[in-house]
């Protein structure tokens, strides 16, 4: 996202990998994108576990979401200046191997402070990872199978947030917590061998550029602010609380002065003068209301099948797996079906369809089985890459070739933003639209009062077991027509999004896989 050196359209390096060479380091590329995406949604259904075995609150619990989110956060836009700095190659082979001493590391964790330090940490070396493993796919694939990389990228991106619930789950609900973190461990040691060996061939000469200390300490400011407020808002109540009125101050100034101080700074740490090419703002405005309802969807929906309906946490991780099965199967259909037709319809029909999907799931009801829940969640699968896959194409080639580092750092940003963003709205709406169904059904569930007054009637003990029989009831059809109440709003958004791609141009050229390899 910073101004990182870049090479002329005339890009003269190494040869493209070929034949099972290239396999193993796209392989190597794609799993390590993956591991960095899998922890921003693998402690989600742990937090409670972890929290507790360590003497915390439920509430301290969600500053592990946090610690990792923010340092990502943070991270992601840096990554254009250090790897300019110190070479994409060595930044993406030293965050890997960073990635999993901190994973080993929060797994030995004693207490709370520890873990979140570690996942400070953690968050801190994913962040490059979700850049550098894009930008290095594209630089190792020959220029006409660049689209192909990009599916093999925007597949291990959108199976990730699906698989986190299911395997923290299971972890937890078989194992142990801090396994939850261990098993990253052998893996993101041997991304890093096999990363350095295979492609430091693929490194760039070093430039050396002055640091945007002010703009860094600003991103800092705004963005913590910002999670933080997100993250706690609906417990503190939101703005009738004085914590988060200031958070919110504090992200507002912060914001606005970072907008100021990187627009007129000469070496900016994020470059924000690529969102003057329409083509790219379009794109971003589309894939922050996109990705952020489907992010919304995969916390929604385990919400609801373990609080209303009573799935273990493993069995509402399975449920939510079945929309990434094909998307794995379509993610190399829809980057071939992105070379051959104008993004823009592609994505406006992923968008259109998983909007319909949506829809379709509205209709729940408290009597659903486990397939009746699961078809269209499996169907879902074929829109996240019709659209996320073309989308990359198409943002990427509405800027210069100079720019694609700094565009491709802020896809990157962009998207861990809308999954803040969407995350906090989603829990927040689902217990506020609960309460106030349970208001209107207690209202006309027994308007007669019969039920009432049977209850009355009956001994204390009985008549005890009947007031919570009927409230139960009541409870479970209210977060019923909460669930449901969301699913019709997020359809909506991704309605939105589908006619919102209209707004971009047709991209000015094509995706040189050269070029954003910089």
């Known amino acids: 996202m910073s101004n990182a050196p870049t090479a002329p359209t005339s890009h003269a390096g190494p040869t493209p990998l070929q034949g099972a060479m290239l396999w193993v380091g796209a392989i190597v590329l794609a799993l390590a994108n993956f591991i960095a995406v899998l922890n921003m949604t693998i402690a989600n259904v742990t937090e409670a576990n972890m929290a507790g075995a360590l003497g915390a609150g ?17 991270t992601v836009p840096l990554t254009g200046w250090l790897s300019g700095r110190f070479g994409a190659v060595r ?22 402070g520890m873990l979140l330090v570690m996942r400070v940490f953690q968050g801190m070396a994913g962040g490059p990872l979700l850049a550098l493993s894009q930008t290095l796919l594209l630089r190792i694939f020959p220029k006409e199978k660049a689209m192909q990389a990009m599916g093999l990228w925007a597949m291990t991106t959108l199976l990730a947030p ?8 299971w972890i937890c609900d078989n194992w142990s917590w801090p396994w939850v973190y261990y098993i990253n461990v052998p893996m993101a040691l041997a991304f890093a061998a096999i990363a350095w060996g295979l492609l430091k061939r693929y490194e760039d000469p070093l430039v ?60 900016p740490i994020v470059d924000l003068r690529v969102f003057r090419h329409r083509g790219f703002a379009a794109s971003m405005f589309v894939l922050a209301l996109a990705f ?14 373990q609080y209303n309906l009573g799935y273990t946490t493993t069995w509402a991780g399975l449920v939510v797996a079945w929309g990434g099965l094909l998307s794995v199967v379509f993610s190399p259909i829809a980057a071939n079906l992105a070379n051959r037709f104008d993004p823009r319809w592609l994505i406006f029909i992923g968008c259109f369809w998983l909007g319909g999907d949506t829809l379709w799931r509205a209709v729940a009801n408290t009597d659903m089985d486990y397939w009746t829940i699961v078809i269209p969640m499996f169907f879902m699968g074929l829109g996240m890459p019709m659209y996320y896959v073309p989308i990359t194409g198409l943002a990427m080639g509405s800027v210069e070739e100079k720019e694609t580092a700094s ?44 039920a009432s007054a049977l209850i009355a009637m009956a001994p204390t003990i009985p008549g005890q077991m009947g007031r919570e029989a009927l409230n139960m009831a009541v409870t479970g059809q209210s977060l019923m027509l909460a669930t449901n109440d969301l699913m019709i709003g997020i359809a909506i958004v991704f309605f939105i999004s589908a006619f919102a791609i209209a707004l971009a141009p047709k991209a000015a050229r094509a995706v040189d896989a050269a070029a954003i390899g910089h």
């Open 58 to 74: 439920s509430s301290q619990g969600t500053w592990i979401i946090t610690a990792y989110a923010v340092a990502e956060a943070i």
């Open 91 to 112: 930044v993406f082979s030293l965050s890997v191997a960073m990635f999993g001493v901190a994973s080993w590391l929060c797994g030995l964790s004693g207490s709370l």
């Open 162 to 169: 699906v698989v986190g619930p299911v395997l923290g789950g």
């Open 208 to 267: 050396k550029q002055p640091v945007d200390k002010i703009g860094f300490l600003l991103l800092v400011i705004w963005v913590g602010a910002l999670q933080i407020m997100l993250d706690e808002g609906k417990d503190l109540d939101w703005f009738a609380s004085h914590e988060i009125i200031v958070l919110a101050i504090v992200a507002v100034i912060g914001f606005f002065a970072f907008l100021i101080w990187e627009l007129t700074e000469e070496h």
């Open 292 to 305: 952020g309802a489907f992010f919304g969807l995969n916390v929604l929906t385990p919400l609801w099948l």
């Open 407 to 450: 565009a491709a750092g802020l896809m990157n940003f962009i998207r861990t933003i809308s999954g803040a963003f969407a995350t906090s709205l989603v829990t927040t709406f689902w217990q506020d639209k609960s309460y106030i169904a349970h208001d209107q059904l207690a209202n006309i569930v027994d308007p007669a009062q019969i």
